[in-house]
T-cell receptor
Framework: QQQVKQSPQSLIVQKGGISIINCAYE??????FPWYQQFPGKGPALLIA???DVSEKKEGRFTISFNKSAKQFSLHIMDSQPGDSATYFC???????????WGAGTKLIIKP | DSGVTQTPKHLITATGQRVTLRCSPR?????VYWYQQSLDQGLQFLIQ???????AKGNILERFSAQQFPDLHSELNLSSLELGDSALYFC??????????????FGEGSRLTVL
């Protein structure tokens, strides 16, 4: 019940296309869902986050879609660029006193 | 630049040895987290400290230990090293109280290679 399942493990998208990464969870007590972006040789950095009281959050080309009834959330990258090539991690947490539960990561490659 | 500093960036050592990784959190952040990331793997939470006290423990081996000092920097000690301990070790910090947005700020990691 503590797991966050992330898919796909890897993804190749053409430049200008839409990249979609999905995550699913079981614990309905989770109240914070961030996405982190990690470039090779660097630490992860927060990309965008959502709380379950909204169904969508958009920041530039990055959008989180949140489906509370299905217990799923996804990251959409519009007009994907080679600079978006990185590993993306979803995560979930059930309160500020608890640890983030991480997905396994998705390696995204954007082909020029 | 996240403001979290980790040293050393790279470390090569032999099996059976002991190493210490150091982390300086962002100014004012009281919480420090340690994570292990093996090659092309996900992030494994090891341990969290808050203001000098252990707050939470994850999948940390008994051969590993950590502490947070009064100046809030933290050290991760890895002993009796095995080949499988080769990994990137990340430190992250976060603020507390009303400043806590949930975001973790990661350092650039210490890459440990055990030969």
């Amino acid at each position: 019940q503590q797991q966050v399942k992330q898919s796909p493990q890897s993804l190749i998208v053409q430049k200008g296309g839409i990249s979609i990464i999905n995550c699913a969870y079981e614990n309905t007590a989770f109240d914070y869902f961030p996405w982190y972006q990690q470039f090779p040789g660097k630490g992860p950095a927060l990309l965008i986050a959502i709380r379950p009281d909204v169904s969508e959050k958009k920041e530039g080309r990055f959008t989180i879609s949140f489906n509370k009834s299905a217990k799923q959330f996804s990251l959409h990258i519009m007009d994907s660029q080679p600079g978006d090539s990185a590993t993306y991690f979803c995560a979930a947490r059930k309160g500020s006193n608890y640890q983030l539960i991480w997905g396994a990561g998705t390696k995204l490659i954007i082909k020029p | 630049d996240s403001g979290v500093t980790q040293t050393p960036k790279h470390l090569i050592t032999a099996t059976g040895q002991r190493v210490t990784l150091r982390c300086s959190p962002r100014s004012g952040d009281l919480s420090v987290y340690w994570y292990q990331q093996s090659l092309d793997q996900g992030l494994q939470f090891l341990i969290q400290y808050y203001n000098g006290e252990e707050r939470a423990k994850g999948n940390i081996l008994e051969r590993f230990s950590a502490q947070q000092f009064p100046d809030l920097h933290s050290e991760l000690n890895l002993s009796s090293l095995e080949l499988g301990d080769s990994a990137l070790y990340f430190c992250a910090s976060s603020p507390q109280g009303v400043k806590n947005t949930g975001e973790l700020f990661f350092g650039e990691g210490s890459r440990l290679t055990v030969l």
